[in-house]
């Protein structure tokens, strides 16, 4: 497989393990970080498709790591942590992740939350849609580039923010589930809680919405789930 995959851990045990265990799935393009530091400096570089970062690092943690990579990166990355509150997992998916792994955790499902990760990706760019380019409002998307619009500028989305977009606009008009977006987004090998929606959606309102507090375009339908409006007017 040549898709690029960043670790990020001091305890030189796990990394090693991980890369281990990736290496007999088939991932050849395997880079590592000890630091914080270390991990900004290999990601502009190495450009990975998905990063998985600990959050207890001696220099940065990771979830300021995770910020400062969401300026110039939208690679999928998963947290690392010994941390299992709820309220640390939704800090972790506050700042940019894309999904939580508590330790201690089994190598192997390391690997299929990264392969879910990578399917996110291939289904969001691929050419499995018949529409490359899709419009809602003011909002435009282009699956081949990876990058989205409002009325004419960019927003600087996440990639799961991409993901959930994406969807939402390839089903416009029509109500959207958390079960159906746990499926479709989150993949079947992530187990996330009624939070992590709330959270992104949270998140992509204030990128998308004039008015975030009072979304006209990305509603809360009650007791079934969320609908992107084709039109606001």
């Known amino acids: 497989m040549d898709e690029k995959i960043l670790?990020?851990?001091d305890e030189k045990d796990i990394a090693d393990l991980l890369e281990e265990v990736l290496i007999q799935d088939g991932f050849r393009n395997i880079r590592k970080a000890c630091t914080g530091m270390d991990a900004l400096a290999v990601c502009r570089e190495f450009q990975p498709d998905v990063m998985i970062l600990d959050i207890m690092l001696p220099d940065l943690d990771g979830l300021e790591v995770c910020r400062k990579i969401r300026e110039f990166?939208?690679?999928?990355?998963?947290?690392?942590?010994?941390?299992?509150?709820?309220?640390?997992?939704?800090?972790?998916?506050?700042?940019?992740?894309?999904?939580?792994i508590t330790k201690p955790f089994s190598p192997r499902e390391v690997v299929f939350r990264i392969k879910a990760q990578l399917r996110r990706q291939k289904y969001a760019a691929g050419p499995s849609c018949s529409t490359a380019v899709l419009s809602a409002g003011p909002l435009t998307i282009d699956r081949e580039s990876g990058r989205a619009y409002k009325s004419g500028a960019e927003l600087p989305l996440t990639g799961r923010e991409?993901?959930?977009?994406?969807?939402?606009?390839?089903?416009?008009?029509?109500i959207i589930s958390k079960e159906r977006l746990y499926e479709q987004v989150w993949g079947e090998y992530s187990s996330i809680c009624d939070n992590t929606i709330?959270?992104?959606?949270?998140?992509?309102?204030?990128?998308?919405?004039?008015?975030?507090?009072?979304?006209?375009?990305?509603?809360?339908?009650?007791?079934l789930?969320?609908?992107?409006r084709k039109r606001t007017d």
Do not use: W
């Open 225 to 228: 789930g969320y609908k992107l």
């Open 198 to 223: 709330m959270v992104h959606i949270r998140h992509l309102r204030e990128k998308i919405e004039d008015a975030p507090s009072r979304p006209r375009q990305l509603i809360t339908v009650k007791g």
């Open 73 to 100: 990166s939208y690679c999928s990355i998963l947290f690392l942590s010994s941390k299992n509150d709820e309220i640390d997992k939704i800090l972790g998916l506050s700042c940019g992740g894309d999904d939580y």
């Open 7 to 9: 670790l990020v851990d």
């Open 162 to 174: 991409f993901l959930l977009l994406a969807y939402f606009m390839e089903n416009t008009d029509k």
